[in-house]
């Protein structure tokens, strides 16, 4: 079915009840004169009826210009008659309509009663008056005599030529129709010129002869005698000349251009052909009855019972063109030929075919040497029109107009007839086209098979699946289509843009991104068309897709991704991103590279963090996580988040962090992962198909398979780059610290690139733009407690302490900061001596320092005990400045992490170590440790436990003692 505003055209219009019949497969497209003349095995076929004739029968304007001269010669006396040609070739290839013209020549005049009554006969009368002038032409042409030369039945039969053998004596046995005295009378004569002349006057009437298919009575007699073939052409010399010389006398001679015809001569027979070519340029002029342009209608007039009503038509154009706007238009139909409008128009010409379908026939099609016209359109449009006419009544999805990709391959009748139509000439080459079609897109005896029908069948949940159900199939159609013959000036196969539009439906639920989803699964290398190939456009011109039944490199390709192994997909995934990430305002980029033979358990990508390297002073470092074993979402991601909590020290398994705040995780999203992993198979694959002799000896190959792999790395990157969407963080909550995350949304967003990351982390609070960090910002995230502390743990926790935002240029942002607000009077710097200490310019602050304070200044007063007015201060005279002692160098420090299970139970050796080590560390608070962070679980008795819960509440310090 198929769902619009316009009526479908399977209820608009309806086939010819022969057409549905034969279910689309109409065996009486190659018409007969023989068969209308003198009727065949099971009588006279339909042909001989003028009105049926007359029905099916497009009046193309060449067909009607050859009849009306023909009756003008017949029907009009002296001058007139004179005025038009007597000697007609018609030598259009197989399958251009030259029998099916030469039969309605007969019904002009051997029933021209009848034959006028239909539109064809009328259009034929009108334009042989306006031809004769003034004259009149007399009443049924004067009874003309008709006398068919059958020549594609070259043998004489006693039915309908009684005693007569050769062809002069044929012709005078059917054109006395049987009188045998006159027959014998001029039968002698032959083939003097002046005879055949005679016998022509003495019949009384106009004469018209039609000659059908004489190349294959001349193959027949240069066969069966040299001498009776030269004795044939002395008759047929002679009564081309003649007709020319007898009033009201004309013939129409069917003989297929020389360069058309592929025919097998004998010697006698090469000549006589070059004999008759004379002849015929000489005395005749050639002529068709149909041309390219003609296919439409004459489709239409053979196929279906009628036009279809013109509002149909224009509703249905109104329709399709509403929907081909934005970025169809710019992407897809503003590439293709043909563009400039007038769509309606065509629309309600080539109705219900698409115009893109009818142009392919009629500009492309037809200028194939062995493509039969006429004939193999109707058998290939009937198939079609009849599969889809199917589909449609049985309420199944059927498309607004029938176009390139729209020709039903799963019907054996439409792809046998289109293999058939002569477009492929080399049966080597059909074979495997069968096999192709069936392959890669649909199998006529397994409709469940074939790489396109396939793609369409596991498409589920994009919302237009039942609006395009066959849209990969539509898509591969096209392709097979437009790659079974050369293009226009020289070319291959199709664009994309004509393959997209091959997949187009009126509806805005399919767009264009959708039908570009589509063509990348038919690229896919392993589940695509293995038969898919590719040019590069040259200078303006776009790249060309084609079917190739050579050995291809989409099958190479194929080929090499079948060995491409899991962990080589994955491990490729992985490197993109650390090759691919960027610090921006990051100090580094840090990745966590994981090796492991199966997956590993939470535990172990813990453990991986933990010896990463992840933990370093003062730096911002953007770490990037090892995709093959961290993904988040999906409903797949609890590992990932609790190994990346554990690394910022959360949780009950948390990892000994000092420097969490400042570290922020790249993590890739689950399900564009998938897609990552799929692609990178790819790339694996074609840079190995790159590698392989038979491609680098193939120049032509080389270069495509160059171009398609550095495509697909690019791609590629892309992909990865737009797979790590995910940001993990460490936070200040209200209920203390949180990891925090961010989900990149935009296609140009991503978590490997630092810049990007650092623009989110300043929109969620988490980072200083650059500047940023000035005297007002800083005196706004100090706290109460900040008073009085070291300057270097005042630097430290803007890297420890996730309330503080992240400085892009790190220490020299807070001492820029720093030094302002010491110069307006916001903070002073004072040393162990609780001495304030004059700060001339930035690089006097120590940020290192743990002597130097900061301290708030004190206020004064501003009352004035003496009511007097203020002091004077006189300036003193500017000198140079005093010597700038050189701040003190700065102490290097260094951070002790430790970690021990240890059974106490009974050795006391180890009891005494542990208490030599916690004695080493009270010693340690006692002297110059600047900062303690400390977890510490100890099991031991009641009264332990007492002391140990009373001298942590003395320190102040967060401790909890639970019954085991």
Wanted: glycine share 8%; aromatic share 6%; net charge negative.
């Amino acid at each position: 079915m198929t769902t619009s505003g316009a009526t479908p055209w399977w209820q608009a219009i309806k086939l010819r009840p022969e057409v549905e019949a034969a279910r689309g497969n109409i065996d009486d497209v190659q018409a007969s004169l023989h068969d209308a003349v003198f009727g065949g095995a099971s009588g006279r076929s339909q042909y001989a009826d003028p009105t049926y004739y007359g029905q099916i029968t497009y009046p193309t304007g060449s067909l009607v210009d050859l009849m009306a001269k023909i009756a003008v010669r017949l029907g009009a006396k002296a001058e007139p008659s004179k005025r038009v040609r007597a000697l007609w070739r018609l030598d259009q290839a197989m399958g251009g309509g030259k029998s099916h013209g030469l039969i309605g020549l007969w019904h002009l005049a051997n029933n021209p009663s009848h034959f006028a009554a239909t539109d064809l006969g009328a259009a034929v009368l009108v334009q042989a008056k306006e031809i004769a002038g003034s004259e009149t032409l007399a009443p049924d042409l004067g009874g003309p005599r008709c006398v068919v030369l059958d020549c594609d039945n070259p043998a004489p039969r006693e039915a309908h030529d009684g005693p007569a053998r050769t062809l002069g004596e044929r012709f005078l046995w059917r054109l006395f129709e049987g009188a045998y005295k006159k027959y014998e009378h001029y039968k002698g004569q032959l083939p003097n010129k002046e005879a055949i002349e005679a016998a022509l006057s003495d019949i009384g009437r106009p004469v018209l002869i039609l000659i059908d298919e004489i190349m294959d009575y001349i193959r027949w007699v240069s066969n069966q005698s040299e001498q009776r073939a030269l004795d044939d052409m002395a008759f047929l010399r002679a009564l081309l000349d003649a007709v020319n010389d007898v009033d009201n006398c004309a013939a129409v001679v069917v003989m297929i251009a020389s360069e058309k015809d592929r025919i097998a001569l004998n010697e006698t027979g090469a000549k006589c052909r070059a004999e008759l070519e004379d002849l015929l340029i000489r005395n005749g002029e050639a002529t068709t009855v149909t041309s390219g342009g003609d296919f439409a209608d004459i489709i239409r007039r053979r196929l279906f019972d009628g036009p279809p009503p013109s509002e149909v038509t224009d509703r249905c154009a109104e329709w399709i063109t509403s929907e081909m706007q934005s970025r169809w238009t710019e992407h897809v139909f503003g590439k293709l030929p043909h563009s400039d409008g007038g769509f309606a128009e065509a629309v309600g010409r080539c109705y219900p075919f698409h115009p893109s379908l009818i142009d392919l026939a009629e500009n492309e099609w037809s200028q194939q040497a062995g493509f039969q016209r006429v004939r193999s359109t109707l058998q290939v449009f009937a198939a079609t029109a009849y599969e889809q006419l199917q589909r449609g009544q049985a309420g199944e999805w059927a498309p607004a107009l029938i176009g390139p990709g729209d020709l039903p391959m799963s019907s054996r009748e439409v792809r046998d007839a289109l293999l058939d139509s002569g477009l492929v000439s080399d049966q080597r080459t059909q074979s495997s086209l069968r096999e192709i079609c069936a392959g890669n897109i649909v199998d006529p005896d397994h409709l469940d098979r074939g790489a396109a029908r396939l793609a369409d069948l596991r498409r589920s949940s994009t919302g237009w699946e039942q609006l395009n159900p066959r849209a990969a199939e539509r898509m591969a159609t096209a392709l097979f289509v437009y790659s079974l013959s050369p293009r226009p000036q020289g070319r291959r196969g199709a664009t994309e843009a004509e393959l997209l539009a091959a997949s187009f439906v009126p509806s805005n639920a399919f767009g264009y991104g959708d039908a570009e989803v589509v063509w990348q699964e038919l690229c896919h290398p392993t589940d695509g068309l293995a038969a898919v190939d590719s040019t590069a456009g040259s200078g303006k011109q776009p790249k060309r897709w084609h079917i190739e039944t050579r050995q291809t490199l989409n099958m190479l390709v194929r080929r090499e991704r079948e060995a491409v192994t899991d962990a080589e997909r994955d491990e490729r995934v992985s490197r993109a991103a650390f090759e691919g990430a960027n610090s921006g305002p990051f100090d580094a980029v840090l990745p966590v590279d994981g090796e492991f033979d199966v997956a590993p358990e939470t535990a172990e990508l813990r453990e991986l963090l933990g010896s990463a390297g992840i933990d370093q002073a003062r730096k911002c470092r953007l770490v990037v996580l090892d995709s093959r074993w961290f993904s988040l979402l999906n409903g797949v991601d609890a590992a990932t988040r609790l190994a990346a909590e554990a690394a910022m020290g959360l949780g009950t398994e948390a990892l000994p962090m000092t420097w969490a705040s400042s570290a922020v995780f790249a993590v890739i999203n689950t399900q564009s992962r998938r897609q990552a992993r799929n692609l990178a198979a790819d790339v694996i694959a074609w840079e190995r198909t790159l590698a392989l002799a038979a491609v680098q000896q193939d120049a032509e190959m080389s270069k495509s398979a160059g171009g398609q792999s550095r495509e697909t790395q690019r791609r590629f990157g892309s992909l990865v780059n737009k797979a790590y969407a995910h940001v993990l963080y460490l936070a200040e909550g209200p209920d203390g610290r949180v990891m925090r995350d961010i989900r990149f949304q935009s296609e140009n967003q991503s978590a490997l690139d630092g810049s990007v990351v650092w623009s989110a982390l300043q929109e969620a609070g988490k980072a200083f733009a650059a500047g940023d960090l000035d005297r007002q910002a800083l005196m706004h995230n100090l706290r109460t407690n900040d008073w009085n502390r070291p300057l270097c743990e005042i630097r430290d926790d803007f890297w420890k302490a996730p309330r503080l935002p992240l400085l892009p240029g790190g220490e020299g942002d807070l001492r820029r900061a720093l030094f302002e607000a010491v110069s307006g009077g916001d903070i002073e710097i004072v040393d162990s001596g609780d001495q304030v200490r004059q700060v001339a310019n930035e690089g006097h602050l120590n940020l290192g320092s743990t002597d130097l304070r900061i301290r708030q200044p004190a206020q004064e007063s501003t009352d004035d005990p003496d009511g007097g007015d203020p002091p004077v201060v006189i300036d003193p005279p500017v000198g140079p400045d005093p010597p700038v002692d050189p701040p003190p160098p700065e102490r290097t420090e260094f951070r002790v992490s430790a970690s021990v299970t240890q059974s106490l139970r009974d050795d006391s050796s180890p009891r005494d170590a542990v208490r030599q080590f916690l004695l080493a560390v009270a010693n340690a608070v006692d002297d110059d440790a600047v900062h303690v962070q400390m977890s510490l679980s100890i099991t031991a008795g009641a009264a332990t436990k007492d002391k140990l819960v009373a001298a942590a509440q003395t320190a102040e310090i967060n401790c909890v003692a639970a019954e085991l």
